[in-house]
């Protein structure tokens, strides 16, 4: 009973405090997001009992999309919260006023045909919010867009304390053979996490449908660069110690706060696609890969190392866009197949930048993750409340990747999540669809 009285004083503190906020003013008001680092007034489910994950034996993805944002709606504690963005994939879907629900669930964008369909899966802790840009950019291409919301995600981080990777495998799995049915020509895109799952997937099955016409992977999760991860699967059974970090969860479209859980799962996932091993399957699929040099989040060298072996194996037609230092791909000389883009700036540049995991999919337009955007991550200076305000507030602060570099250079800087270098990337990304 207690725990209900509990989350009912979270939901009457969330109606007294949010009145007249909205999504995007809750990401710049400190006073509500110190209070909602305290109270965890938007860590928790709005129900006590845990969602199940849905059962996916005999929908169909516009089945999926229903039962999911049903779902979202039912547990989000902000699902309804008004959210003053207007952008193409809203436009596409006749939404005019949307709510955070309407922003984070998963969608489709059709075209009048079934010739072609791009599959989109996006990274731990994250919604199909973080592929609102690229799949205006697919759309724009011709392409049908699905979009799929992982098991644990859109709701609330506490949410994330009770799935299973397998789960996200599952659902991957239903999306991509689903979309096998409905088109002719299908594409995965994935980021992070996401892309993980498409490895997986394409690594785990001695044969692929033949309708599967290539594959984009941004910062796909191959291994993390934190070496101590691998011991959140032992962690998370210690009774008590539920969560890496705590913060305030005003990013409408990302959890903030990290389940100990959510960190074991995503290692789990790893280990089945990193490294290769004699069980492994490589496939002969055209693709497109993008990472950065100083992610801070997943170790590129694993993935430039999978990707040679994989080339080694089965040479396949590879486009690597590397943000960093092209004397570091010399391994990928040799091999016939392989195109190499390392972006450079074009226009007035920040050279303090450096690419961050959280900027890839972003264009700098994005009215929630852009360079002119009010939301700022702020998460590395949790640790110090100080700082971590002053990151939120302070004027003219650099953005960057959280490389040691960084933290030495400014005395206080947001995390990158916006990639300027983003009309390279849909350059890139249409030589790619076009050859």
Request: with cysteine.
């Amino acid at each position: 009973m207690s725990n209900v009285f509990k989350r009912l004083g979270i939901l009457l503190l969330f109606i007294s405090n949010n009145s007249f906020a909205n999504c995007l003013s809750q990401s710049t008001d400190v006073k509500l997001i110190n209070q909602a680092i305290a109270e965890g007034s938007y860590r928790f489910l709005v129900k006590s009992d845990v969602a199940k994950v849905l059962d996916l034996s005999d929908l169909t993805f516009n089945d999926y999309l229903t039962q999911t944002e049903q779902q979202i709606i039912a547990l989000n504690p902000r699902a309804n919260l008004p959210c003053p963005i207007n952008n193409y994939v809203l436009a596409q879907q006749n939404i005019s006023s949307p709510s955070i629900a309407d922003l984070v669930k998963p969608y489709q964008l059709t075209q009048p045909n079934s010739q072609k369909v791009v599959v989109l899966f996006h990274g731990l802790t994250d919604s199909p919010y973080s592929f609102h840009d690229l799949s205006a950019f697919y759309h724009q291409q011709g392409f049908n867009v699905r979009t799929v919301l992982l098991p644990g995600h859109g709701t609330a981080a506490e949410h994330l304390r009770y799935v299973d990777y397998k789960d996200w495998q599952s659902v991957a799995a239903f999306a991509i053979e689903q979309s096998f049915n409905d088109f002719e020509q299908v594409y995965l895109g994935g980021f992070s996490t996401g892309a993980g799952l498409i490895l997986d997937y394409m690594q785990s099955r001695k044969s692929l449908d033949k309708k599967l016409a290539g594959v984009m992977l941004f910062a796909p999760a191959t291994k993390a660069k934190n070496s101590m991860s691998w011991l959140a699967q032992y962690i998370d059974y210690i009774p008590f110690l539920n969560w890496l970090d705590k913060d305030a969860d005003v990013d409408f479209a990302k959890y903030e706060s990290f389940p100990i859980n959510a960190g074991a799962q995503v290692h789990l996932l790893m280990n089945e696609v990193y490294p290769l091993t004699k069980h492994h399957t490589t496939h002969a699929v055209p693709m497109f890969v993008a990472v950065p040099e100083l992610d801070m989040t997943i170790e590129t060298s694993a993935t430039l190392d999978l990707l040679k072996q994989w080339q080694q194996r089965t040479p396949s037609p590879l486009t690597l866009v590397y943000y960093g230092e092209r004397n570091n791909l010399a391994a990928f000389k040799a091999f016939d197949k392989v195109k190499l883009v390392t972006p450079q700036c074009q226009t007035k540049c920040d050279t303090q930048i450096q690419m961050a995991h959280t900027a890839l999919p972003n264009a700098a337009e994005n009215v929630h993750y852009g360079e002119k955007a009010g939301y700022r991550n702020c998460g590395h200076y949790l640790g110090d409340l100080a700082k971590y305000n002053e990151c939120k507030v302070v004027s003219g602060i650099h953005a960057s990747e959280i490389t040691p570099s960084a933290k030495e250079q400014h005395t206080s800087f947001k995390r990158l999540t916006y990639n300027p270098y983003y009309a390279q990337l849909t350059e890139e990304l249409a030589l790619f669809l076009n050859n």
